[in-house]
C-alpha cells in the first residue's frame, strides 16, 4: 500500500510541479548547482535520499529528517529542485508541525515560501503557519499566508500549461478552499 501512495505521489509531483511555460527562462534556486539529468524532465533522480526516506519516513526524527533534507537539497538541477523539495515538504511537514521549535519552524516556513510553487503541499502549509501562532503574530501570519497563496495562484494561472480549463479551474478552486478553510480558522481560533 505504502508503495502506491509512493508512486501516486511522485506522479502528482511530475504533474503538479514540472510543465512550465518557459523553462529556459526559469530562475535556477541559488543554492542548486547544475547536474546532469537524463531527460531533464523534472523527475527527481533514484539517486536522491528522498525515495529512500519516503516510504520509511515514520521510522526518522524530525532532526533526522531535517538533516537529510539540508543535505539532499545541496546539490541539485533546476528541472527537478522544485520536486525535490516538495517531495520533502510532503515528508517533512507533519512531523515539523508536531515536533519542530520555532527556528525550525520558520527554517522550513521560509523554505515553502521561496519556492517558485508548492501546490502538492498546500493544506499542510496552512497547518504548519497555523502551529506557528504560539510564536508569530496573526498578521504575520496572514501575511505570509497571502503570499503563498499569490504565488501559487500566479504559477497555476500563469505557468502550467492545462490540458483543460476544468483542471486549472479545479487547482485554482482547490486553493481558494483550503485558503479560505484556513482565514476561517484563524479568524475564529481563541490560540
Not at 503538479?16 to 537524463?38: G, M, R, W, Y
Not at 504565488?151 to 480549463?165: A, G, P, Q, R
Request: glycine share 4%; proline share 3%.
Amino acid at each position: 500500500m505504502k508503495l502506491y501512495l509512493y508512486a501516486g505521489m511522485v506522479a502528482l509531483l511530475a504533474l503538479s510541479c514540472s510543465i512550465e511555460q518557459d523553462p529556459a527562462t526559469e530562475e535556477v534556486n541559488n543554492k542548486a548547482v547544475e547536474l546532469p539529468v537524463a531527460g531533464g524532465d523534472g523527475s527527481v533522480p533514484r539517486f536522491k535520499m528522498v525515495h529512500s526516506v519516503y516510504i520509511d519516513r515514520d521510522k526518522h526524527t524530525l532532526q533526522e529528517l531535517d538533516k537529510m533534507y539540508r543535505e539532499d537539497i545541496k546539490s541539485t538541477a533546476s528541472d527537478y529542485d522544485i520536486n525535490l523539495k516538495n517531495m520533502w515538504y510532503t515528508i517533512i511537514n507533519d512531523k515539523l508541525i508536531k515536533d519542530g521549535d520555532p527556528a525550525m519552524k520558520m527554517f522550513y516556513i521560509q523554505e515553502q515560501i521561496n519556492a517558485k510553487q508548492n501546490l502538492p503541499n498546500i493544506n499542510s502549509f496552512f497547518r504548519l503557519l497555523v502551529s506557528s501562532k504560539s510564536f508569530m503574530n496573526n498578521d504575520r501570519i496572514f501575511d505570509i499566508a497571502s503570499e503563498f497563496n499569490n504565488k501559487n495562484k500566479d504559477y497555476i494561472e500563469n505557468v502550467i500549461l492545462w490540458d483543460t480549463e476544468e483542471g486549472k479551474k479545479q487547482a485554482l478552486d482547490d486553493l481558494v478552499y483550503e485558503n479560505v478553510i484556513f482565514f476561517r480558522f484563524m479568524s475564529t481560533s481563541s490560540i
